[in-house]
């Protein structure tokens, strides 16, 4: 019995990290990559007290410069006139982002952990989380976490 559960747990497992991780290895294989260059911030604001600076970045097509907006996390990494990489769609250049380890795969495993966290349980019951943790603290290795 728990030898099938084993088996459909890795069958959907990879059935799913198929359907979220595939597209983007398609993105990096089959979209065009240029260089651009960090040219500003565009600032939007969300409510009264809210502002949210937004790296904008240009590149190159060949037929015209195009500028998109990054995320914001790479607005504190960056410098004016930053060279950076950029992956884009051929047909639709303004559908582009900066090509780097987080802008590539973290959505998709961020999707891939969610599943994990839904599917383990439907799986295997609860029995498979512990029912309580321990807290402690050692001065040597910090804060200590068991289950018991």
């Known amino acids: 019995m728990i030898f ?85 769609s051929a047909i639709n250049p303004e559908n582009a982002f900066v090509l780097d380890y987080y802008g590539l795969w973290g959505v998709s495993f961020i999707y891939f952990g969610i599943f994990l966290l839904v599917l383990t349980p439907l799986t295997f019951g609860g029995s498979f989380f512990p029912k309580m943790f321990k807290v402690g603290f050692n001065s040597n290795r910090g804060v200590i976490i068991r289950s018991v």
Request: proline share 5%; no cysteine; hydrophobic share 40%.
């Open 4 to 88: 099938t559960r084993i088996k459909i747990y890795f069958l959907l497992l990879m059935i799913a990290a198929t359907i979220i991780f595939l597209p983007k290895g398609f993105h990096r294989f089959f979209w065009s990559i240029s260089e651009g260059k960090y040219i500003g911030s565009l600032q939007e604001r969300y409510g009264r007290n809210s502002k949210v600076n937004y790296p904008l970045i240009e590149f190159e097509t060949g037929k015209k410069p195009v500028r998109f907006l990054a995320p914001q996390y790479l607005r504190d990494f960056m410098t004016m006139n930053q060279k950076v990489t950029v992956l884009h």
